[in-house]
């Protein structure tokens, strides 16, 4: 009996080595939380909406900029119309919907505060006579 009794505390101590050994190697990976995300869901930044200034100067940073972006945006509509002569009618329509949003995003790129703001610079900004300098050192040709 003295052999039984030694033997199970032998295999109870082995027992709770295997245990031990068991809980220990578990993976203690940090597993990580799943996460919904809607790949199609899109938030739109809040912009900045231009406010017309009741002075009609303008400095010669936003003329560089107005430059820069009239530039650009004449590279675009070549490069859209290139792309839109290759595409079937169905995808004009798309990419006429996308035009004006892509376009007041590559405005917003040179510094300038949207279309409308473009458009103020275009109008006002650049026939007024006392920012005619700046508009030359910023490289903006007018015939007005």
């Not at 597993?31 to 303008?58: G, R």
């Not at 530039?71 to 990419?95: N, R």
């Not at 275009?122 to 007005?144: C, M």
Request: a negative charge.
């Amino acid at each position: 009996m003295r052999y039984f009794a030694f033997s199970s505390k032998i295999l109870l101590c082995l027992l709770w080595a295997m245990a031990f050994f068991f809980v220990s190697c578990e993976d203690k990976a940090p597993v990580a939380e799943e996460t919904e995300v809607a790949t199609d869901e899109y938030i739109e930044p809040a912009l900045e909406q231009f406010k017309e200034p009741d002075d009609l100067k303008i400095t010669h940073k936003k003329a560089r900029n107005f430059n820069k972006a009239s530039e650009a945006l004449v590279i675009m509509g070549q490069e859209w119309s290139e792309a839109m002569a290759e595409v079937d009618d169905e995808e004009k329509l798309k990419m006429l919907a996308i035009y004006e949003k892509a376009q007041d995003d590559l405005i917003r790129k040179f510094g300038i505060a949207g279309k409308d703001e473009f458009m103020w610079i275009q109008t006002k900004a650049l026939p007024e006579p006392s920012n005619k300098s700046t508009f030359a050192k910023a490289g903006v040709w007018s015939n007005r």
